[in-house]
T-cell receptor, first 114, second 114 residues
């Protein structure tokens, strides 16, 4: 079945470490997105990508980095520069960059700083 | 910039009753799309219903329907015959016709009372 796979489901980071969250889709979608979810804050856009080898910053990109080397993959790195990384991270994809399509979401990664 | 506001952080409804979740948005555009997403305790985001702004007819999906008031920039979700499985966080969301980013409200947590 087509879908989006996020891994790991739970991730623990020590202070000063970089960690990478995986997002893979087999839907042949062009666009992919990373959102951060905090209690009472809704979903906030971190980065998005419309095509391979291109991506744009969202509203809260500081302390994060991404790559889009393959259409299927859009990993998110949480760097040590992100001061408050504990959150739930959601990856999503959409067939095209325009046209009013809704997103298909992965099941999320819960990141905790220890 | 577009914004989405959900003024009810939490709501409760008796099982089998009807409940309406409110959403307002702000935009200067005329072509756009509106969505309601459900996030159950599993945290998997599920698209509940989608509305195209150029359509006057309100979207319906089984027990879920919307009241779309374009002039008032209001997009409420009505859940009829509430079931225990409807307990979740509900997010209202906006997407411009020309853009690929979806803007989410902060959510309304819905409790179903048996």
């Amino acid at each position: 079945d087509g879908g989006i796979t996020q891994s790991p489901k739970y991730l623990f980071r020590k202070e000063g470490q970089n960690v990478t969250l995986s997002c893979e889709q087999n839907l042949n979608h062009d666009a992919m997105y990373w959102y951060r979810q905090d209690p009472g804050q809704g979903l906030r856009l971190i980065y998005y990508s419309q095509i391979v080898n291109d991506f744009q910053k969202g509203d809260i990109a500081e302390g994060y980095s991404v790559s889009r080397e393959k259409k299927e993959s859009f990993p998110l790195t949480v760097t040590s520069a992100q001061k408050n990384p504990t959150a739930f991270y959601l990856c999503a994809s959409s067939p095209h960059r325009t046209g009013g399509y809704g997103y298909t979401f992965g099941s999320g990664t819960r990141l905790t700083v220890v | 910039a577009q914004t989405v506001t959900q003024s009810q952080p939490e709501m409760s409804v008796q099982e089998a009753e009807t409940v309406t979740l409110s959403c307002t948005y702000d935009t200067s555009e005329s072509d756009y799309y509106l969505f309601w997403y459900k996030q159950p305790p599993s945290r998997q985001m599920i698209l509940v219903i989608r509305q195209e702004a150029y359509k006057q007819q309100n979207a319906t999906e089984n027990r879920f329907s919307v009241n779309f008031q374009k002039a008032a920039k209001s997009f409420s979700l009505k859940i009829s015959d509430s079931q225990l499985g409807d307990a979740a966080m509900y997010f209202c969301a906006y997407r411009s016709y020309r853009d690929d980013k979806i803007i989410f409200g902060k959510g309304t947590r819905l409790h179903i009372l048996p």
